[in-house]
């Protein structure tokens, strides 16, 4: 692949448990450790999005986001579609029939060599609560389709940061 830097050798800078950071030349990156990566799930349930907030450290404030995990983080080799209906379960306490991937994206590639798989969740079942695991204090939002504009600039104007991928459900309205 042909773009600056790239006849230059990647140098890891410091590994964590989750994140990695590389230079290569002179571009300074971040990325996921161990060949871990992430899905994010959209999941509609009867012209209902379900969404989640939970508090985000790099942000220091919560963060409205579509439901996602990581994949291979415990399990190495793990599938997307087992990751997905996995996160989705614990994240909003819903249980998908099915998982549909969708595709592979990038959110922040200019910092970030992290992609994540968006996977979209068919025939939902309310199983529990939802709400994370441990201490993630998730809180699970079932918004309806069309309410979703005047959701996210509600809980903008409570000064809550929105996650990028939220332009998956806000983008025609953007542009109108």
Request: a negative charge; aromatic letters at 6%.
């Amino acid at each position: 692949m042909d773009f600056p830097d790239s006849d230059q050798p990647i140098e890891t800078m410091w590994t964590g448990k989750f994140i990695v950071t590389r230079k290569q030349g002179r571009w300074e990156f971040v990325g996921r450790a161990r060949g871990i990566h992430a899905a994010v799930i959209l999941a509609i349930d009867d012209g209902h999005v379900l969404l989640v907030d939970q508090p985000r450290v790099p942000l220091g404030a919560r963060c409205l986001e579509l439901p996602a995990g990581l994949v291979g983080d415990e399990t190495e080799g793990e599938a997307i579609e087992i990751a997905a209906a996995r996160e989705l379960e614990e994240e909003t306490g819903y249980r998908a029939g099915r998982i549909e991937v969708i595709g592979r994206f990038a959110s922040s590639p200019g910092m970030v060599s992290e992609t994540f798989t968006l996977v979209r969740a068919h025939d939902l079942q309310k199983m529990g609560a939802g709400g994370g695991v441990d201490d993630e204090d998730i809180i699970v939002h079932r918004v309806a389709l069309p309410e979703v504009p005047a959701f996210v600039a509600a809980r903008r104007a409570e000064g809550m940061f929105m996650d990028v991928k939220l332009l998956a459900l806000l983008g025609p309205g953007l542009l109108g």
